[in-house]
């Protein structure tokens, strides 16, 4: 099927994404996520006017999240735009999209813009009242350090999810490692003639804002915090987990930043376009859940749920996305697919410039397209896992519309 539906060429963009607890770290994620929706609607030429939803998605609340989106729009002076705000852990973003792509399909919007923003950094310190504990003492949570290490429903890590898929199906340490090698790789493609492919879509250098947002506290190349790995490096690592394959080496670091991208009917899409004559067009969108304790298996049912709803096959693709917080992520899904893991993620992902949950999949997405404009069109798709063992996934198609 084809949604109604479109991404305006060049109508997205994303922050680079900066390792927690730094440059970004004491940025409220939503006052920040607006600064960078004002600036770059401005530079854009946007008529903030033709945008008639909107859509947060963030995973780590900040103080007066419960105002969501409509406080985000408000500061980003599209006062007139509502909408709810959604979250899904690390499949956040791709179900933003559905939801702003539905108000669309059923004639309630006509141009939806979609913002993730998250702050891992300096997470909420939450205090749960409990007037029949001793003393009426409550119970705390660490939100954001507490829930990785342990899910409620099987009292397990998310790093456990991932040694369980590499025990049962021979993943290695070598093989994982040769991954992150290759993706290294990849995202140096991004970087090169002075980060040009990340300036299709991001704004570099990054100007960083106070936190009151009035002057500029620094200003950032590019993502900021990366370690590269290098094979001897790698092969010194050791498990994390006794017993288990993935090194720290093996796995992606936490992160704060934001992204965004509009989605619109097709009259306003050709009037949002930086280029009207590129058309992209979403095909399919699936999502999925597997067994307890087995998180990166679901990026696989997913993406066959989004292929089936785009009539398509995996060999069909011309370009392949993936959230990837383990290694082990990749290999079961091109394995499963029965693809070339060295040719998935060209240019960047998730396992090397980070997982600040909310926003990666936006990102993911906005590269996908860039990719296959890039190859002058194609398909595509991208797919994510997320907490308690879910994903979703998203078709592309980016086309010449003039023909």
């Not at 498990?239 to 619109?264: K, L, R, S, Y």
């Not at 949002?272 to 998180?295: H, N």
């Amino acid at each position: 099927m084809s949604y109604r539906a479109e991404i305006p060429y060049g109508a997205y963009w994303s922050t680079p994404f900066c390792r927690w607890q730094g440059s970004f770290s004491n940025l409220h994620s939503i006052k920040f996520a607006a600064h960078v929706v004002k600036n770059e609607i401005a530079k854009r030429h946007i008529d903030g006017n033709l945008i008639d939803y909107g859509v947060l998605g963030t995973s780590v609340p900040q103080q007066h999240a419960f105002y969501g989106l409509p406080w985000l729009t408000g500061m980003a002076g599209l006062g007139h735009v509502g909408g709810p705000t959604i979250g899904q852990a690390c499949a956040t973003s791709v179900r933003c999209i559905l939801n702003g792509a539905q108000e669309i399909e059923t004639g309630q919007a006509t141009a939806s813009l979609i913002v993730a923003a998250d702050r891992v950094s300096n997470g909420p310190q939450v205090y749960y009242p409990n007037p029949q504990g001793p003393g009426g003492t409550g119970k705390t949570e660490n939100w954001t350090m507490d829930n990785f290490g342990f899910d409620p429903l099987g009292g397990h890590s998310m790093l456990q999810t991932a040694e369980n898929v590499a025990r049962d199906f021979g993943i290695t340490t070598t093989a994982q490692h040769e991954v992150v090698l290759r993706r290294q790789e990849q995202y140096a493609d991004a970087l090169a003639d002075d980060h040009a492919f990340q300036k299709r879509y991001m704004t570099l250098p990054f100007d960083v804002p106070r936190p009151n947002f009035k002057k500029t506290a620094n200003q950032l190349a590019g993502d900021e915090g990366l370690v590269t790995s290098t094979k001897d490096g790698l092969s010194g690592l050791r498990p994390v987990m006794a017993g288990g394959t993935i090194t720290f080496g093996g796995q992606t670091h936490p992160a704060d930043g934001n992204a965004a991208v509009i989605v619109a009917n097709a009259d306003k899409a050709k009037e949002l376009s930086q280029d009207s004559s590129i058309q992209i067009k979403i095909l399919g969108i699936g999502q999925a859940r597997v067994e307890l304790a087995y998180m990166p298996k679901a990026t696989v049912p997913a993406a066959r749920a989004a292929l089936a709803q785009a009539s398509m096959s995996i060999a069909q693709m011309d370009a392949v996305k993936t959230h990837n917080p383990f290694a082990v992520n990749d290999l079961f899904f091109a394995a499963e697919f029965g693809i070339d893991v060295t040719k998935m993620n060209n240019f960047g992902c998730s396992l090397i410039w980070g997982h600040p949950q909310g926003p990666m999949g936006l990102r993911g997405v906005i590269e996908l397209i860039e990719e296959l404009a890039l190859r002058g069109g194609g398909y595509g798709l991208f797919s994510g896992c997320a907490a308690g063992d879910t994903a979703m996934a998203i078709v592309l198609q980016v086309a010449n519309r003039r023909k």
